[in-house]
């Protein structure tokens, strides 16, 4: 039984690290002309009213990407780039449209979505034949079924909601599993810190696996003993070399603009060597 709905959280702090390292990933594979496929194996409805009751029940989009003077984050141009548009039509896009909207002729999306509420709605805005694949499938039975791409490169995010315990561990394997099939695959795994040491334990399980190249970016905006979700993160196999540093260069500020008490909370770690 599903329940959570992304409505109630689209453009907060944690959707502006997520959204920000994705298109950056998105920028650095479109460097090269060869194509790649995005996966994203938990899309949500894909675009997302800043005046809907949910929007306006909990506040998070003021709390997050709104809270940040943009004109002194040139860093995160490609995010704003991609969400002002919509910003003054009072919405905000979700991960499969900010990356739908990019793909160029050959790229391909592939979209999972399980929640019955979502499903029609992620079709709305994200559905287009020859290029993106709406599936009403579990994402991480249809990343390990899409992979490995042929002829391409890939591009994955696995963004779940962490409804259930086991996910946390569960994620790992998924990404494991994922790396085995394709190792050359950029893949980035969103995390909510709500309990420092599940984060902990995944990452010493993550250590521990076959996985090569795999680094970890956290943003926080409150301690992690207060209830709820002080900082978010993301962790990335085979990150474009670049991202480290430009990461590096703007987190202490980026977390101090999203704050709840002025203090800055941060890490970027190499989990994994090359
Ligand atoms: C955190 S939201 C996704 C937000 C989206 N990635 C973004 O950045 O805009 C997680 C979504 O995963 C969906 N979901 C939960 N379990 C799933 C599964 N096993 N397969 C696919 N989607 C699932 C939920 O219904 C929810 O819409």
Redesign the pocket.
Known sequence: M?S???SFH?GNHA?VI??WLLLECVHYLQLKPAPFHYI?????AGLYSTRSFEAKKTGEIEQGVLKIPQQDFPELEVLWDAINDDLKQNHYP??PLLVKRLLREDDKAWL????PK?IGTLKDNCEQRRQSYVKQE???QGLLSVLPVKNARALV?M???YEIKTDYQHVVDVLSNAYQKMPQAVMLLWYPVVNRETIDDMERRIRRSPMKNVQLFELGVADDVQKGMGSSGMIIVNPPWTLAEKFKKTAEKLSLALSEDGKSRWRFEQLVAE
């Open positions: 599903l959570y709905l992304h689209a959707d997520k959204h994203d194996t938990h899309t949500g979700g991960s999972y979505e399980m929640h979502v579990d994402g991480f995010l963004d779940p909601s």
